[in-house]
């Protein structure tokens, strides 16, 4: 390869944009999916991409394979099988602590290798939740090795995680502009990678075994366990009692103020109902009038709400007359959530969001890094991993959970299910399965039959499919897209590459130049996203590839798997789901998870040099 070849306008154009979107990434100032779609905008106004391929990313087979896999697991979700699945790890535990952990993370981490890394986690979290509170294994020693196991085993299958799905329309593109005498890259099969993926798998198993569970132990053995028991959420939260209705007398001085003035009030108890009339309604909102004969249901010790009645003038009644329905266990009660890194919640307030009003939900508490806190909670500014507490009807709950905006943690019954289509929805998805097995039809083509079966098959309506996509993923990536293109286009990539060889002294062996990228992508993926890592960084492997007389598959294949080595910062999705729920502390996560990514790039590196 020639390395004195000269840079370019188009060169140092596109090297700014992958400079801006680094550092646009970094500062996360503005979103991430907005940020790459500004760098499409740029790609397309200079002409380094042709207008008429701005936006094939949009249409290419890794975004559709992105969607199909969404959908599939959202279709798997409705017919109940994570249901099933935590009483079969149960029962194959029989009770031994070690063996449900190993079951349940082997178990996640194969479910990973045909669905999206955060679907995964996020359907997992219940599951955890129900084992957790079964068991007494808390939390904080279930989530990370399930994380773990959900991250690694991404690597079994090529629809397994967002770069995988990427690899193979990179290859394609990087064809276009291979010199001359160069192999053409073959695009990889959708089971290709399942060495190396079980690799990953025993190696994540086998190191929480015997080395992460001893440092994942409680000091006092016991941990935060979201179950909807009372006494769970006394001990975590402080939030404790019965419920009891008030009746509003002609003398409390409650009557012509707002629900959310009574709750300011010194001593006041948890308002989580109020009838009005003959309208009975759970998390009124704040702005809601009482009046003379309005009733609240409030909850809490008996003797602060008697004071509080007392205090206001308000009829006591620990028998619910007017909110036996609505305070049913199967009907509603209290949950919790996590907000994840991509949700729209970040840096609002309860007020701003008007969870009352708009979603039907109580804020009761807020758990930041192991810190509750309770008072003025509507008005707390919330971030990313932040563990909300909420009173709500189940039905609302199911709905502000699609939002995406929300990861409830807590195992509640959910919105409708179909259990009746569980062998349906599984034929359904063997055979697509098999159809991407065959390698006679793209992974796409084969992901979107089972998509289709289906949905006529009514395992999932229509509706529901369009909320199981997240829009952000499909948009990051397809934005991104063009800029991978650019890099090996313009020629960018090629004198990098180039460049970065002829700085290695001779004799430099390959395995070490391929542990190195290994190392670079995921510390790109640290700032820049796993997507965003692969689309920079695959085109220069390939070109450094060639210029040490490496295997540009082989290279490529090793960037896109080190682009989800992220064990540490919640710049992973998976990672930033679980801080909240475990009480993750940063020191904690690189403590146990920077050996762990040692070892990732260790085994990828060893295991694609047997192999290629």
């Known amino acids: 390869?020639?390395?004195?070849?000269?840079?370019?306008?188009?060169?140092?154009?596109?090297?700014?944009?992958?400079?801006?979107?680094?550092?646009?990434?970094?500062?996360e100032r503005i979103r991430a999916d907005v940020v790459a779609l500004v760098v499409l905008v740029l790609l397309g106004l200079s002409g380094v991409v042709e207008t008429d391929e701005l936006f094939n990313g949009f249409s290419g087979n890794a975004v559709i394979s992105i969607i199909a896999t969404m959908i599939l697991g959202a279709g798997l979700d409705r017919t109940g099988a994570l249901n099933r699945l935590a009483g079969w790890l149960l029962r194959r535990a029989r009770g031994v602590e070690q063996r449900?952990?190993?079951?349940?993370?082997?178990?996640?981490?194969?479910?990973?290798?045909?669905?999206?890394?955060?679907?995964?986690?996020?359907?997992?979290?219940?599951?955890?939740?129900?084992?957790?509170?079964?068991?007494?294994?808390?939390?904080?020693?279930?989530?990370?090795?399930?994380?773990?196991?959900?991250?690694?085993?991404?690597?079994?299958?090529?629809?397994?995680?967002?770069?995988?799905?990427?690899?193979?329309?990179?290859?394609?593109?990087?064809?276009?502009?291979?010199?001359?005498?160069?192999?053409?890259?073959?695009?990889?099969?959708?089971?290709?990678?399942?060495?190396?993926?079980?690799?990953?798998?025993?190696a994540s198993l086998a190191y929480f075994h015997f080395f992460g569970d001893k440092q994942l132990r409680d000091e006092d053995g016991k941990g935060a366990t979201p179950a909807r028991t009372q006494s769970y959420f006394a001990k975590a939260y402080g939030i404790d009692g019965?419920?009891?209705?008030?009746?509003?007398?002609?003398?409390?001085?409650?009557?012509?103020?707002?629900?959310?003035?009574?709750?300011?009030?010194?001593?006041?108890?948890l308002l989580l109902a109020l009838k009005t009339g003959e309208e009975a309604r759970l998390a009124p909102p704040a702005d809601e009038r009482i009046w003379v004969?309005?009733?609240?249901?409030?909850?809490?010790?008996?003797?602060?709400?008697?004071?509080?009645a007392q205090n206001h003038f308000l009829?006591?009644?620990?028998?619910?007359?007017?909110?036996?329905?609505?305070?049913?266990?199967?009907r509603a009660g209290i949950s919790e959530a996590v907000i994840p890194a991509t949700s729209q919640f970040i840096g609002k307030t309860g007020r701003d969001l008007q969870l009352r009003k708009q979603m039907g939900l109580s804020l009761l508490a807020v758990n930041r890094d192991k810190t509750v806190l309770r008072e003025n909670v509507r008005d707390v500014s919330l971030r990313a991993g932040d563990m909300l507490v909420f009173h709500s009807i189940w039905t609302d709950l199911a709905e502000a959970a699609e939002s995406?905006?929300?990861?409830?943690?807590?195992?509640?019954?959910?919105?409708?299910?179909?259990?009746?289509k569980f062998k349906i929805a599984m034929a359904i998805f063997a055979v697509s399965m098999l159809l991407a097995l065959s390698s006679r039809l793209p992974v796409s083509i084969a992901l979107m039959t089972g998509v289709a079966g289906m949905l006529i098959a009514g395992v999932i309506h229509i509706d529901e499919a369009y909320a199981?996509?997240?829009?952000?993923?499909?948009?990051?990536?397809?934005?991104?897209?063009?800029?991978g293109w650019a890099m090996d286009s313009s020629g960018a990539a090629a004198w990098i590459a180039g460049h970065s060889v002829e700085q290695l002294p001779t004799g430099t062996p390959v395995w070490l130049m391929e542990l190195t990228l290994g190392l670079l992508t995921t510390a790109f993926s640290l700032v820049i996203s796993h997507v965003g890592a692969t689309i920079v960084v695959v085109p220069l492997a390939i070109n450094m590839a060639l210029a040490a007389g490496g295997n540009p598959t082989a290279f490529a294949l090793i960037v896109a798997l080190s682009a989800s080595n992220n064990f540490m910062t919640a710049s992973n999705p998976v990672i930033s789901m679980i801080?909240?729920?475990?009480?993750?502390?940063?020191?904690?996560?690189?403590?146990?998870?920077?050996?762990?990514?040692?070892?990732?790039?260790?085994?990828?590196?060893?295991?694609v040099n047997l192999m290629y």
């Not at 995964?120 to 957790?132: E, G, I, N, T």
């Not at 009574?262 to 108890?269: D, I, N, T, Y």
């Not at 995406?404 to 009746?420: A, C, I, N, S």
Request: charged content about 10%.
């Open 100 to 202: 449900l952990l190993l079951l349940t993370s082997a178990v996640a981490g194969i479910n990973s290798s045909i669905m999206q890394n955060p679907s995964v986690m996020a359907l997992y979290m219940p599951v955890a939740a129900r084992l957790s509170s079964r068991t007494g294994l808390t939390l904080p020693r279930l989530l990370l090795p399930i994380a773990a196991a959900i991250v690694m085993g991404g690597g079994l299958t090529m629809v397994g995680n967002s770069p995988l799905i990427l690899l193979n329309d990179l290859l394609m593109a990087a064809n276009a502009n291979l010199p001359s005498g160069a192999a053409t890259l073959e695009p990889f099969k959708m089971f290709a990678p399942l060495p190396i993926g079980a690799s990953l798998l025993a």
């Open 293 to 308: 004969g309005s009733v609240l249901g409030a909850m809490g010790p008996k003797q602060q709400v008697s004071d509080f």
């Open 242 to 269: 019965d419920v009891y209705e008030l009746t509003v007398t002609a003398d409390s001085p409650l009557v012509g103020m707002s629900l959310g003035e009574a709750e300011a009030l010194r001593g006041a108890p």
């Open 404 to 420: 995406r905006d929300l990861v409830v943690v807590t195992d509640y019954p959910k919105g409708e299910q179909r259990p009746h």
């Open 1 to 27: 390869m020639d390395t004195a070849l000269p840079l370019t306008t188009d060169m140092k154009l596109v090297l700014g944009l992958v400079g801006f979107t680094m550092v646009m990434f970094l500062f």
């Open 468 to 483: 199981a996509i997240n829009w952000k993923t499909v948009f990051l990536m397809a934005c991104l897209i063009p800029l």
């Open 579 to 607: 801080t909240g729920p475990a009480g993750y502390t940063g020191k904690e996560l690189w403590k146990i998870g920077g050996p762990l990514s040692l070892i990732y790039t260790a085994v990828i590196v060893l295991m």
């Open 315 to 330: 009829r006591l009644s620990s028998r619910l007359r007017n909110f036996a329905d609505l305070f049913n266990p199967s």
